[in-house]
């Protein structure tokens, strides 16, 4: 973290750059050995190895190379570097290369050098220490949440108008309606990570628990969407409140670790109860939503109903459907939006807040610690079992599959890469984590392991997430950045919310 | 009789495996307090490497068991051991300071990034191996019989278990691990390089999560990129089981969650052992919060 000039020419000290450089290519020489210069594969006597020494001694090459860019930039060579970064990731880029590997780490290692080094160019500094970073990210961070006021609802109209323009193709709607799937899933985990401050590492078991309910309830009693999505809310919330009210007094990692025991029990008991949950083959033929009831979204309605084309006098198309789920999702997004931004300035709310930032204090100042968990809980609990049954009658088709570990730990990642607290952050990171991912199809094999290097590497370069805001949404004396005014300024900023009588007992 | 017998020595090998997966949790949480998520697939990677270097050695002509088992042993636990570090180096040393969910997301993310790197590299179809180390020890005239592999993994855990205690009872490298535990700032003042301790418990986690991949790969004979989820989970669950941060209590919780599922699935079949060893988890965890052998807790204001 020192700073060096970039101007003033000094002599590089070479050995000891060779000397660390090598270091690092042979930490990368034993990483590779085992598992990329010797592959398994089958053979008709059994397994055989098959060995790709050439990519082997390219991979150990490549990280020499970078890391001497590396120590280079420290050295204060910082637009030579640039320059030979950016030509290894042009290179990688248009050059064809013997093995796709090589390409992708060419590409992804000269960019990220290249972006150090352009960094280093900049400000003249080699490295920036985290509060550094951290701080000029907080501005920006501030920038965006201020401007959310109007960008909020620019991005709600543009949302609406969407399926309405000729833009709206099927592939497109469908991403939109995944986007949302994963935006309304991030806002209500996060209730409980950003506002309560609770790790929970098994939402997907509330979402399971929807999706389920709608199936099971269509697929025995024959009931509709419309009775079944209250329904499935109100079935996942009691079962947040099931494993809640055990649970919620445990502290934090014991609590994370029982949360994922909860989600992978429900998801070995649709695997096993196969009698009643199909098992791992699943429920099929799950009915679609008709238009509140009132049509279908068929060509030819069954008799005494009406269609959706019909009704309104439009030519049948298959597209109306997916526009209508598309709403659908939207305003169940927004009713989970809406609710945490109002909620935030109940007292329940607050006491949530509170209870994030410290515990005992809230504990000390009369605050049921464990109802209002456990109210945090039943409450996204509920809005992950919308969710569900939304996931369950857009598909059709629901299997344990759909719920594994893996959709916790990606919710989790939006919200906490988005910002603990941020509501804004959770659409960033969603089109980040599940839209960047879908963009990019083509890359297939490679999807997870860029998404997990991802996850990685936006928490390292920011830790406490995209746009981190952790302000309590209402003070007593003053408003973040203002400092602290008398009790006057304080009724200003909270708007005359009654902001005293701010705890909730 | 027999058959609890049998089932006891199945339930004891399977609970070593998971108090060697354990104790590489419990030692990462009691020293930087963080569950390393990615701890179950350097034990997959573990599997792996022993996989890999049987049947190179096998391509070399060396095929005298002892031989061929000490190097896959050595193999595994090196090799394992610097993906251990390097998983350190990269994505939880820059994030020391941080918020206390950033290392997890890390790990997550680490996690993930490993599982599909060795699916991507090895293939995503299962890998049997032949069995290695055949046979069995009768006992009682033939009614329990235990095969030497299990018998082998028990035997192993125990040198290990004795000879890592020895390591941080009695030598100056186990003295500054405590230390660090205790208060990693005291330590740093008083001379101990706290990031170079923090970087050897990664590697002796590693290391030992390897020997458990390999001792699976013995028993079960097939592994697969997706086997270090599972048993990370429940590895994990036994060191919180046993009382995070505890050693011994790793070992116990592993064995605990080993016997529950060897006899749940000797009596009750095996369909739901995972639930039954959840359940216990969580009942443990209402009634005795701090893990069998953990120290309680004072909550400070």
Redesign the interface.
Known sequence: MTAISVSSPRAIAWPAIIKEAALTAF?AL??T????G?????RPT????ETRWNEVVAAVGLVFLGRIGICLIREGQGVLVLVLAAAAAAAGFFIKMPTEALRIILIVGGAIIAIRAAMAVRTGRSKLS?AERDKRMDRIAAKVQDASRWLGPIGVVLALAFPLTPLADRQLLDIGILLLTYVMLGWGLNIV?GLAGL?DLGYVAFYAVGAYSYALLAHYFGLSFWLCLPLAGLLAAFSGVLLGF??L??????F???T???G??IR??LV?WYQFTGGPNGISGIPRPSFFGIADFTRTPAEGTMAFHEMFGLEFSALHRIIFLYYLILVLALVVNFFTLRVRKLPLGRAWEALREDD??CA?LGINRTNMKLAAFAIAAMFGGFAGSFFATRQGFISPESFT??ES?II??IV??GG?GSQIGVVVATLLVIGLPEAFRELA??R??A??????LI??WR??GLLAHRDPTILLYGRKGKGAGGPAAGTAAAGGEGIAGGRAK | MDYFLQQLINGLSLGAIYGLIAIGYTMVYGIIGMINFAHGEIYMIGAFVALITFLALGSLGITWVPLALLVMLAASMLFTAVYGWTVERIAYRPLRSSPRLAPLISAIGMSIFLQNYVQILQGARSKPLQPILTGNLTMMDGAVSVSYVRLATIVITVALMYGFTQLITRTELGRAQRACEQDKTMAGLLGVNVDRIISLTFVMGAALAAVAGMMVLLIYGVIDFYIGFLAGVKAFTAAVLGGIGSLPGAMLGGVVIGLIEAFWSGYMGSEWKDVATFTILVLVLIFRPTGLLGRPEIEKV
């Open positions: 930490v034993l990483l050995v085992p598992l990329v010797l592959r398994t594969v089958d059994g397994l055989g190895l985290q990570v790790l055990p649970v007094r445990l502290r934090g990692d014991y994370a670790i029982v994922l025991g909860f992978e029990i070995i008991i096993n005992i204090a000390s570990f893996i730990a989790l990642a906490v890469l603990m094999d490679y997870m392991l998404f997990g290097m991802g996850m990685v928490m390292l830790p406490r």
